[in-house]
């Protein structure tokens, strides 16, 4: 299994929502930040959001902030990406990854990314 499964990802409409889950296997979540990055077809990877350990503080990028809504559920060893408002810009493969031992602006201080879910909004 991979240590880290992202799902959820799909098509839909500018406008629409989607909820994206991260799934973490052979460890615990709750001992780490959850990260959120994206990379679209081209462009260089880009933090989305952050979320600290135990239900600490949240981070958004500025692209995404009164938009998207991250939390986690350390019982059920998973973290999830609320989306809203979606734009067509917000197309990309989205990734979750851990922060250790918290959340960072830079993809360097995090692990490795999972295998990513595709987000597509598109008319």
């Known amino acids: 299994q991979a240590q880290l499964v992202e799902s959820g990802g799909g098509l839909v409409q500018p406008g629409g929502s989607l909820l994206l889950s991260c799934t973490a296997n052979g460890f615990a979540l709750r001992d780490y930040a959850i990260g959120w990055f994206r990379q679209a077809p081209g462009k260089e990877p880009e933090f989305v959001s952050c979320?600290?350990?135990?239900?600490?503080?949240?981070y958004y990028a500025d692209s995404v902030k009164g938009r998207f809504t991250i939390s986690r559920d350390d019982a059920q060893n998973m973290g999830y990406l609320r989306m809203d408002s979606l734009k067509v810009d917000d197309t990309a493969v989205y990734y979750c990854?851990?922060?250790?031992?918290?959340?960072?602006?830079?993809?360097?201080?995090?692990?490795?990314w999972g295998q990513g879910t595709q987000v597509t909004v598109s008319t």
């Open positions: 979320i600290r350990r135990s239900y600490g503080g949240a």
């Open positions: 990854t851990t922060g250790d031992p918290d959340c960072s602006w830079y993809a360097d201080q995090f692990g490795p």
